[in-house]
């Protein structure tokens, strides 16, 4: 029942915007990161990974940790099928615009054509000091240090958002754009803990649209959805597209 009625919002919304987390790269094998047995955070110190002051503490213990999962992701994970589904959905609908607090291109990879990245991408590469973007051969990710920038020498690493870092401003205004003027959102697979993503569903739903949450366990944003739908998105959002098309709405 609440698949269909979450078939019939999204078959007529004008406007959707859609927030994912973690959580929809999950069934790729891809780990979150606040599981309480396999997330990142259940392992390891996020301040020690993911803060300018851990990279500066060890930026070899950060290097490689990143460069793993990078292996991980472009070697091992393949786009599930909430991936595919979101990808079909934009297809489906006419003004849809998805935005991501992952760094894994999972949603490129599974036919996704626009896709905001808040939080960076864990593919690409810039100098810490200066800014620059570097390209760097398999040997280079492979090191068990950063590369230097050649540029200024300083220590090149990964273009993802760590704690107390600015989202990129693009990403951030297209987001925040795409949260105040849809009608829907939809937001699936994160724990919305972390800010100010998780301030979109929020925005959104302060200038009236509809909040749907797809989630196996209940978080802030599905105590505030319109529709909780508790469950893994590479099941619940496939079911979506099925009723979606069953009734017509896709067009
Ligand atoms: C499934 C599933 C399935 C599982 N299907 N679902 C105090 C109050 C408020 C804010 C702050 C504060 N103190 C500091 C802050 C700011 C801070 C913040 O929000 N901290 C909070 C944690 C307290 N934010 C920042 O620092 C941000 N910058 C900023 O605010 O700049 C301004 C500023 C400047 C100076 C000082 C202070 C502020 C930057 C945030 C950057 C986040 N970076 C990371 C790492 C990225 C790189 C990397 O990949 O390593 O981003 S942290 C990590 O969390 C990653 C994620 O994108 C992000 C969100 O996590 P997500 O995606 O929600 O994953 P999980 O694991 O939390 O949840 C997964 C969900 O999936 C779960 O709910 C599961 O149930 C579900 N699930 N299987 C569907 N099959
Ligand atoms: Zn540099």
């Known amino acids: 029942m609440t698949i269909l ?20 790269s999950a069934e790729s094998g891809v780990a979150t990161f606040r599981d309480p047995q396999t997330g990142h955070w ?12 851990g990279f500066a503490a060890d930026p070899g213990l950060v290097w490689r940790w990143y460069m793993e999962r990078l292996l991980g992701v472009t070697q ?14 934009e297809q489906m609908r006419p ?17 996704s054509q626009n896709v905001i990245h808040l939080h960076g991408e864990i593919t690409r590469f ?33 273009s993802v ?3 107390g870092e600015n989202l ?5 205004n297209a987001a925040w754009q795409a949260a105040e003027s849809c009608d829907l959102m939809l937001v699936v697979g994160t724990s919305g803990v972390v800010y100010p993503a998780a301030q979109l569903p929020f925005v959104a739903q302060e200038r009236g649209a509809v909040v749907i949450d797809i989630n196996p366990e209940p978080s802030p944003i599905s105590e505030m959805a319109t529709l ?10 496939p079911q979506i597209i099925s009723q979606m098309q069953e009734a017509g709405l896709g067009e």
């Open 76 to 89: 091992r994970a393949q786009p599930n099928a909430g991936h595919r589904a979101l990808a079909e959905i």
């Open 168 to 172: 990129p401003l693009p990403a951030m």
């Open 126 to 158: 810039h100098c810490n000091r200066c800014g620059r973007t570097h390209d760097l051969k398999e040997a280079e990710q492979t090191a068990a240090e950063p590369p230097r920038c050649t540029s200024c020498g300083g220590p090149v690493r990964p």
């Open 5 to 24: 009625a979450a078939a019939r919002l999204l078959g007529q919304a004008q406007k959707i915007a859609c927030l994912t987390g973690a959580g929809v």
């Open 161 to 163: 958002v760590w704690f």
């Open 42 to 53: 259940a392992r390891f110190d996020p301040q020690q990974l993911a803060s300018q002051a």
């Open 95 to 111: 003004h849809f615009t998805l935005v991501t607090q992952n760094v894994d291109n999972l949603h490129e990879r599974g036919g």
């Open 228 to 237: 909780y739908l508790p469950g893994p998105s590479g099941v619940i959002l």
